[in-house]
């Protein structure tokens, strides 16, 4: 797997690896093939790799940037700005069919990102939110306004920008055409998008091939317009108009940019279960139909894979959880409370502190008795909804007891003791 760059990232023993940028297929196969040959070698060392998406609650997830473009087979790309009328027009016509991809499908790109340990990265430390957008910079958005009231496809400069150091006695550094937006889910990057809400943990095929499938519906609806005797600049501008709701260059991380994203009628499908649900949708089957992706009972049966999947993380995090506590934290809650026999004062709030734990643990066994088998549907919500809190409610308790229980009857490796044990 050729890389381009490889270089320490912001969590501690976090990485990040660039390969070559090739044709999609290529691409997704050698990515999975890095993920196995780091799983091997690293067991060579002792070590192990940790793909999930947020190992370490705090600290920056992982992800993949699916950096991906769309090419002719002549060479031209349909997102560099180009030096040419021709490359600039292409440039625009091309963004406007990103855009009304983004914004019909919105859902259908959000499922594919969408998985149990996603759901806790998504939205905080520089990952993007979990509602899709199109951040095509905020030069270009101005230029979209343009076009809208009636300008020429040919009005957007596409030059690189100076960026000041901040230092007296340094030059100006060369920076992109338009600002990287860490907030956003699907950015501008000069002759490409990153699609950056992809999991570590995933295939990168499946995002991708719904990229190539929305911008495939974007390219025949504006084929549609031209070839119905509209101007191609009327097409553009008609394509943006009824699809700009799906453009926002501001903050995604702020508070009111779900508020916002509701007005412009965006969905914001916050966990697994609410995006798989959208999966199914007759326009979407429609779509892969279309293509000849999937036939309507592949969609179905890639939904059905979706929630099995969901399912199975989340009930497989449960029973390690309690057979964690079980065999764990209570029997070192106990030794540690044997130790203070005597010395009750010395004890302090240790006893409310571990029964506390025993009775969230019931809490969470009881809930997840209950979990219902009626359709995966349900069953998905149902451990989403009402186990999830109750896994995180536990979770507080047994922190608290950590930070009162003697380090050498604690059953488990801290986080400092996982995070940066190598610097002791």
Same mark, same amino acid.
Not at 382 to 391: G, N, R, V
């Given at each position: ?10 969590? %501690? ?13 290529? /691409? ?5 093939? +890095? ?12 070590? &192990? ?12 997830? /992982? ?5 991906? @473009? ?7 790309? $349909? +997102? ?44 905080? &430390? ?37 960026? %000041? ?22 950015? $501008? ?11 570590? /943990? &995933? ?139 005597? $010395?009750?004062? $010395? ?18 066994? @009881? ?18 909804? #009402? ?29 400092? &003791?996982?995070?940066? #044990?190598?610097?002791?």
């Amino acid at each position: 797997c050729p890389m381009a760059v490889k270089h320490n990232e912001v969590a %501690p023993g976090q990485h990040e690896m660039s390969p070559v940028f090739r044709t999609a297929n290529v /691409s997704c196969d050698t990515n999975v093939l +890095f993920m196995e040959v780091m799983n091997r070698e690293a067991q060579k060392l002792g070590l &192990q790799v940790l793909f999930h998406e947020k190992p370490f609650a705090g600290i920056n997830g /992982s992800g993949k940037h699916a950096n991906w @473009s769309v090419g002719t087979d002549t060479g031209l790309n $349909f +997102f560099y700005p180009g030096k040419t009328e021709e490359g600039a027009k292409l440039f625009v016509t091309g963004i406007a069919c990103l855009s009304y991809g983004l914004a019909q499908y919105n859902e259908l790109v959000r499922c594919t990102v969408a998985t149990a340990g996603n759901d806790h990265r998504l939205g905080a &430390q520089e990952a993007p939110p979990a509602i899709i957008s199109l951040y095509p910079g905020q030069g270009f958005e101005q230029y979209v306004d343009s076009i809208i009231a009636g300008g020429d496809l040919l009005g957007y400069k596409a030059e690189k920008k100076k960026q %000041p150091t901040g230092c007296s006695q340094a030059m100006f550094i060369e920076a992109n055409v338009e600002d990287r937006n860490r907030t956003a889910p699907f950015p $501008f990057c000069g002759n490409r998008f990153e699609f950056r809400a992809v999991g570590s /943990s &995933q295939n990168c095929c499946l995002p991708v091939m719904v990229c190539n499938a929305i911008m495939s519906a974007g390219m025949s609806h504006m084929a549609e317009l031209i070839e119905g005797g509209m101007s191609h600049r009327d097409a553009v501008a008609k394509v943006f108009k009824e699809n700009k709701h799906v453009i926002f260059t501001g903050n995604g991380y702020s508070a009111e940019w779900p508020v916002e994203a509701q007005k412009r009628g965006l969905p914001n499908l916050n966990t697994t279960p609410k995006a798989v649900a959208t999966w199914n949708s007759d326009k979407n089957k429609k779509l892969f139909e279309s293509l000849k992706i999937y036939t309507a009972e592949e969609t179905e049966a890639r939904q059905e894979v979706m929630y099995e999947n969901y399912i199975s993380s989340l009930c497989c995090e449960v029973e390690t959880m309690i057979q964690m506590c079980e065999t764990g934290i209570l029997p070192a809650c106990a030794k540690d409370l044997e130790k203070y026999k005597g $010395f009750e004062k $010395f004890a302090g709030n240790r006893k409310t502190i571990y029964d506390g734990i025993l009775d969230e643990l019931e809490k969470l066994k @009881s809930s997840f008795a209950k979990k219902p088998h009626s359709s995966l549907a349900q069953e998905a919500a149902y451990l989403c909804d #009402s186990i999830k809190p109750q896994m995180a409610a536990l979770r507080a308790a047994v922190d608290k007891a950590e930070a009162v229980m003697e380090a050498s009857i604690y059953p488990y490796p801290t986080y400092e &003791q996982m995070i940066y #044990s190598h610097h002791f």
